[in-house]
């Protein structure tokens, strides 16, 4: 299936990030400006909310070890208001928390980075032998290990366990040798969740829960959608309006993506994150430890550490989260000890392109004391596909009414002609409804189905499907006329 976490992860995540250094969390800024204008930032997303119909936006900005905006906006779900405890998907936010995991278990002495995953999973292989042996818990943790979703024959987590997910593996090729480039991949994350549970003898939900949640007193933090019981209900949007879209949990995909929390739980692991992993009496990992997590690879020109995006020499933290349904990001300035969360309950490609990529940063630029910017409205993009979509489906209905006539403007044409006039609308079609998804996930690197391209775009897919349809049996309907015709001599 297409996940937007799995597809789109580059493309959206450079969107946002360069949202942010446009607008950076600089240091020299931040010593002249002065406080943050909560009040603009209270009336920015606001309006921001109501003019791109955003069902429900949760967000929380922390500044040193202290928690200065808390608030929600919109609706959580039919009659319950967004706030800053809802519950909802944080995507591939989620990877840093199995980052984390990991490299506790790393200052315990329980894995080690340069170590070949084969030492705690010795069945663990990909379509490559000696690639197989090379990678390592560091690779993983970089996306350095050779391994992508243009070599997956299949990307998607229709498996029952995290241990079924990894053995999927055997059938990856790599992509590029170990360790000499950056794919972002999700399936890396998995592996590093069962080598979480390899070492450290506990389900990953449980080792999260008891060594990263519970010292952040992060309550409404859950490894499950069954212990989420306020929840906010997803949406996706079509025609620049939201409806409801239920999520799907993947519990084979949970490390690298299906993490829930709320805001204010979010706004504590940020406060740990700024502060050198301490928050109150509670020292998650060392200062050096973070330190390297924050590191990107030497030599191969990538900006991604572990579990982070990093940039402007490791003072700016990035990671973006996008299911079906779902939208987070997670900031941080590390110099000005600032960071902020926003999590949604609402997503499609047309928001990820327009709305959630100016975001991050309008809500940058207010923390450094920039005047408000007006939000923009991007309603115009739902309108505007509504109306090629009933023109479109307008002119299919006049084609409809034109049909009793077309063998009689085509009598004078040999019969050759006339078979040749209907073959693109019998061809094309099938050609389409087969191969558009596979052809899709071939250019963006993965596989995929109509109903994964229906979770990405649902209003474009629905005007697509019934547009194709409707010129297939228009051919049909041709295809009929033209047999039950007697051949006309044109001599």
Not at 114 to 136: G, N
Not at 239 to 259: K, N, T, V, W
Not at 451 to 471: K, S, Y
Request: charged share 15%.
């Amino acid at each position: 299936m297409f996940h937007y976490h799995t597809l789109f992860r580059t493309l959206f995540c450079t969107l946002l990030v360069a949202g942010l250094l446009l607008s950076p969390l600089a240091s020299a800024q931040a010593q002249a400006a002065p406080g943050p204008d909560l009040q603009a930032v209270d009336a920015y997303l606001q309006a921001l909310v109501k003019a791109n119909r955003i069902s429900g936006l949760a967000v929380a900005i922390v500044q040193g070890d202290q928690i200065i905006f808390l608030r929600g906006y919109g609706q959580a779900g039919p009659g319950r208001p967004m706030t800053p405890q809802t519950q909802l998907y944080i995507g591939s936010v989620t990877k840093s928390f199995t980052a984390l995991a990991v490299m506790q278990l790393v200052e315990q002495g329980k894995l080690e980075l340069d170590a070949p995953v084969q030492r705690y999973l010795p069945w663990f292989q990909v379509a490559d032998t000696a690639a197989s042996a090379q990678i390592t818990v560091r690779h993983l943790l970089n996306q350095t290990s050779g391994l992508s979703e243009l070599g997956d024959p299949n990307a998607n987590p229709y498996v029952p366990t995290l241990a079924d997910e990894v053995r999927t593996l055997r059938n990856v090729r790599p992509t590029a040798p170990v360790g000499t480039k950056f794919q972002y991949y999700n399936k890396n994350y998995r592996v590093l969740g069962l080598l979480i549970e390899q070492a450290s003898g506990q389900a990953y939900g449980d080792y999260v829960r008891a060594n990263i949640l519970a010292p952040l007193e992060m309550t409404r933090t859950v490894a499950s959608p069954a212990d989420a019981p306020d929840l906010a209900q997803g949406y996706s949007q079509a025609f620049g309006f939201p409806f409801p879209h239920a999520q799907e949990f993947r519990l084979s995909a949970l490390p690298s993506g299906y993490i829930v929390s709320s805001a204010e739980d979010m706004a504590r692991y940020l406060i740990a994150q700024i502060n050198d992993g301490r928050f109150r009496d509670h020292l998650l990992v060392q200062p050096a430890t973070l330190a390297q997590m924050r590191t990107p690879p030497p030599g191969i020109g990538s900006q991604y550490g572990m579990g982070w995006r990093v940039f402007e020499g490791g003072n700016t933290l990035y990671h973006g989260g996008d299911l079906e349904s779902f939208h987070a990001a997670v900031a941080m300035g590390l110099k000005e000890k600032i960071g902020f969360v926003i999590l949604c309950n609402q997503n499609s490609l047309t928001q990820m392109l327009t709305v959630y990529d100016a975001l991050p940063g309008d809500l940058s630029s207010l923390l450094m004391g920039g005047t408000r910017p007006k939000p923009d409205s991007f309603a115009w993009v739902g309108l505007a596909l509504a109306i090629l979509a009933a023109a479109d489906f307008l002119n299919h209905l006049r084609l409809f009414w034109q049909l009793p006539t077309w063998i009689k403007k085509t009598a004078r044409q040999s019969r050759v002609v006339q078979w040749l006039k209907i073959l693109p609308s019998i061809v094309l079609p099938l050609a389409l409804f087969l191969g558009l998804p596979p052809l899709l996930g071939a250019m963006l690197g993965a596989s995929g189905s109509w109903l994964d391209m229906f979770g990405l775009l649902p209003d474009v897919t629905a005007w697509l499907v019934v547009g194709l349809t409707l010129v297939l049996i228009r051919g049909v309907v041709k295809t009929i006329l033209l047999a039950r015709q007697p051949a006309i001599s044109l001599s």
